[in-house]
Structure formats: C-alpha cells, structure tokens
C-alpha cells in the first residue's frame, strides 16, 4: 500500500490549489481516505474524508465551504480541491489510508489515526 501526495506549492491569499493523493497496492473501495495537515509546531489535523464507498465525505469547520475532497475510481486517486487559500493554511498536507468500515468521519480520523500514510507536500499562502 503507498499513496503519492503531491500538488503543493506557493500560492497567495485567496489562490486556489488542488492536491491529488495517487493510491497503488490497493484500490479506493478497500480503504476509506483522509485529508490531514500539520503546521510548524502544532499537531496533525484532520482536514477532510471521503469513505471507501465514495458516498460519503466529510470536512472539517474551518474548511467546510473552501475546500471539497473528490475521487477519481479510474485514476485511483484523491483529490483534495482548496479554494480561497488562507495565509493559516499554510502547512505539510498528507494523506492517509484507514481500513474499517466507520472512519469517515469518526474519531479516529479526527485524531488522525489511520493504517497508511503519504509523504506530504507543502502548502505556503503567503504575500
């Protein structure tokens, strides 16, 4: 199981970015996929789910409305699409693969627990 993250870069306030999370060793309707972030100094959160199914999704408040995660079956990647990009969103975005049938969301995805994990790529909003 691996999952590629990449799509990060420079963007200032208010650009958009779109992250993609490519899965291989597996297909999305074997594990759910979340979204999570780790800024310098603070912990890891939760951003944002989609089930293994595909029929649910999940984001957090401060993203709900900006962000959406989608899927591509065919391509065997994630999407995380974020719009009005803030100077506080800037952080290390990861991926990750959890097993199971209630993650999306659950507890453990809001404390960031899950089987497989991305390497991260870099997300700066910044003048």
């Known amino acids: 199981v691996q999952l590629q993250a990449s799509g990060g870069g420079l963007v200032q306030p208010g650009g958009s970015l779109r992250l993609s999370c490519a899965a291989s060793?597996?297909?999305?309707?074997?594990?759910?996929i979340g979204w999570f972030r780790q800024a310098p100094g603070k912990e890891r959160e939760a951003v944002a789910c989609?089930?293994?199914?595909?029929?649910?999704?999940h984001h957090t408040d401060s993203v709900k409305g900006r962000f959406t995660i989608s899927r591509d079956i065919a391509k065997n990647t994630v999407y995380l699409q974020m719009n009005s990009l803030k100077p506080e969103n800037t952080a290390l975005y990861y991926c990750?693969?959890?097993?199971?049938?209630?993650?999306?969301?659950?507890?453990?995805?809001?404390?960031?627990?899950?089987?497989?994990w991305g390497q991260g790529t870099q997300v700066t909003v910044s003048s």
């Open positions: 990750a693969a959890r097993a199971g049938i209630y993650f999306c969301p659950s507890d453990d995805f809001r404390r960031a627990r899950a089987d497989y």
């Open positions: 060793g597996f297909t999305l309707n074997s594990y759910n």
């Open positions: 989609i089930s293994r199914s595909g029929g649910q999704t």
